[in-house]
């Protein structure tokens, strides 16, 4: 099966926005980007594969499991665009809290916790609280909480868009690594570089519908 396989999904809220007969296939191990502006219809199509959006119409599933089903959810993990943490937690004990709430084992979340705080360049700060944390930095713990279950696919909502160049160049590197580990990714972005640097492939999305898709350079230099 594939990683990833969008049937025309199509989310349309009362006030007619969301996106529409959206198809995409992604295979195992690669690296998918859709790109468009905000409001385009990227964390509306991300939220309906995550299982928080119920589709109007159309179908997709994910390593063969339809979305929204507890099988299709254990494959995933995902950072959305705004992530909110308890911040008087260190970020040790908000990755611990995620590894809990997806039943994961005190043992296994003993030795993945630190791990996982390590690949995100937080091992040295993983007792601070999260409210003295950059926002580079609390990026990263919701890399690291979106891990936790070891998911065989990431999604990403812009992840680094609210972030400076080096908080950019950061998680890009995180991100390059995970591909390189044959996880699937499934990235949204606005920022071209973003998708440049990371996707196989990438789907222009705008106003709801996919206006091109194809690799980066097929996307991005015809005209
Ligand atoms: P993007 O992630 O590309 O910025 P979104 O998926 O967040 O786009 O939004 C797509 C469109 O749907 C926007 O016009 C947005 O205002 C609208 N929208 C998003 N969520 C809702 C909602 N819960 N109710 C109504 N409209 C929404
Ligand atoms: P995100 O990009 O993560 O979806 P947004 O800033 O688009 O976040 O939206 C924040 C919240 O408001 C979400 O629950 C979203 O569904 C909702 N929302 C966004 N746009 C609209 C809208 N035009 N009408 C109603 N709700 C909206």
Redo the contacts with the bound molecule.
């Keep these: 099966a594939a990683a990833i396989e969008a049937v025309n999904l199509t989310k349309q ?1 009362d ?1 007619g ?1 969301g996106c529409r007969d959206v198809s995409i296939r992604v295979g195992k191990g690669e690296a998918f980007g859709f790109l468009g502006p905000n409001g385009a219809g990227k ?1 509306t199509f991300v939220k309906m594969l995550v299982g928080l959006v119920t589709p109007t119409s159309g179908h997709a599933r994910l390593l063969g499991e339809p979305i929204g089903t507890l099988a299709a959810k254990r494959h995933i993990g995902y950072l ?3 992530y909110r943490y308890q911040e008087w937690l260190s970020g040790e004990e908000v990755v611990r809290l995620h590894a809990k709430l997806c039943g994961i084992q005190r043992k296994v979340a003993d030795e993945r916790v630190p791990r996982l705080l390590e690949e995100v360049g937080l091992g040295l700060r993983g007792r601070d609280r999260v409210k003295n944390y950059s926002k580079g930095m609390q990026q990263r713990l919701g890399l690291a909480c979106a891990l936790v279950n070891d998911p065989a696919i990431v999604f990403l ?1 812009e992840p680094s868009s609210a972030l400076d160049p080096i908080g950019r160049r950061e998680v890009r590197t995180i991100l390059a690594r995970l591909k390189a580990q044959g996880k699937t990714i499934f990235l949204n972005s606005h920022l071209l570089e973003d998708v440049e640097a990371l996707c196989d492939r990438i789907a222009l999305l705008n106003n709801g519908v996919i206006l091109r898709h194809g690799s980066v350079s097929e996307v991005i230099h015809t005209r």
């Design positions: 809220y006030n926005r964390s959305p665009e705004l909502d």
